[in-house]
């Protein structure tokens, strides 16, 4: 599966953005989806993850609250929208994906997942 991010930019803290990452190439609904980020001269971290369906999603603690995963497996998309943006919050986004057979399992781990898409930048301005 291909994937493409959309959306990122730089706003002031509080505010708000929707990152969207677009999938092509092979049947969305049998894809785990992720988000994870990557801030300058630190690993890559887990953001947030939803099921094949839909139903399950786990967060970061770091975000849990502010942000939000969904996906629209009719448009083949996923979506993080973010929400009271904090400094610390600047990163490169990045999505992923991973077939999984289980489709109320979310994936946690960057190991987990198979494919990425080129990262989208989100700066947060105090």
């Known amino acids: 599966v291909q994937l493409q991010a959309f959306g990122g930019g730089s706003v002031q803290a509080g505010g708000s953005l929707r990152l969207s990452c677009v999938a092509s190439?092979?049947?969305?609904?049998?894809?785990?989806m992720g988000w994870f980020r990557q801030a300058p001269g630190k690993e890559r971290e887990f953001v947030a993850g939803?099921?094949?369906?839909?139903?399950?999603?786990h967060y970061a603690d770091s975000v849990k609250g502010r942000f939000t995963i969904s996906r629209d497996n009719a448009k083949n998309t996923v979506y993080l929208q973010m929400n009271s943006l904090k400094p610390e919050d600047t990163a490169v986004y990045y999505c992923a994906a991973n077939y999984f057979s289980n489709s109320d399992y979310v994936l946690r781990t960057d190991k987990q997942y198979g494919s990425w898409g080129q990262g989208t930048q989100v700066t947060v301005s105090s």
């Open positions: 939803i099921s094949r369906s839909g139903t399950s999603t």
């Open positions: 190439g092979r049947t969305f609904t049998s894809y785990a």
